[in-house]
Nanobody, 123 residues
Framework: EVQLQASGGGLVQAGGSLRLSCAASGFTFDDYAIGWFRQAPGKEREGVSYISSSDGSTHYADSVKGRFTISSANAENSVFLQMNSLKPEDTAVYYC????????????????WGRGTQVTVSS
């Protein structure tokens, strides 16, 4: 059974930090890129960052570049998102997902999705 479990969300003040974790199982981790997405109330799901499990290449949305860092621990089938200098506009439910297509943050190209974790940034 494919599972992607996001965790680590919470309530933090603006300027603070959180570290999200995504634990994957049920598929060959090295064959997939893992992406982080977020969705705020009333807004479309937005791609935040991805990492290719095969070569470690990464990509960030402009809105988080320089503040968020994605990393992976392939031996643990896990991906992390370190979020620093958080802003109220980062408030959303954050999801991790897996795609066999490398180099994309298009949600429609992601094969597997996990349940999200809520991140709330207060001003």
């Amino acid at each position: 059974e494919v599972q992607l479990q996001a965790s680590g969300g919470g309530l933090v003040q603006a300027g603070g930090s959180l570290r999200l974790s995504c634990a994957a199982s049920g598929f060959t981790f090295d064959d997939y890129a893992i992406g982080w997405f977020r969705q705020a109330p009333g807004k479309e799901r937005e791609g935040v960052s991805y990492i290719s499990s095969s070569d470690g290449s990464t990509h960030y949305a402009d809105s988080v570049k320089g503040r968020f860092t994605i990393s992976s621990a392939n031996a643990e089938n896990s991906v992390f998102l370190q979020m620093n200098s958080l802003k109220p506009e980062d408030t959303a439910v954050y999801y991790c997902a897996a795609s066999v297509v490398a180099g994309t943050l298009l949600p429609g190209l992601y094969n597997f999705w996990g349940r999200g974790t809520q991140v709330t940034v207060s001003s």
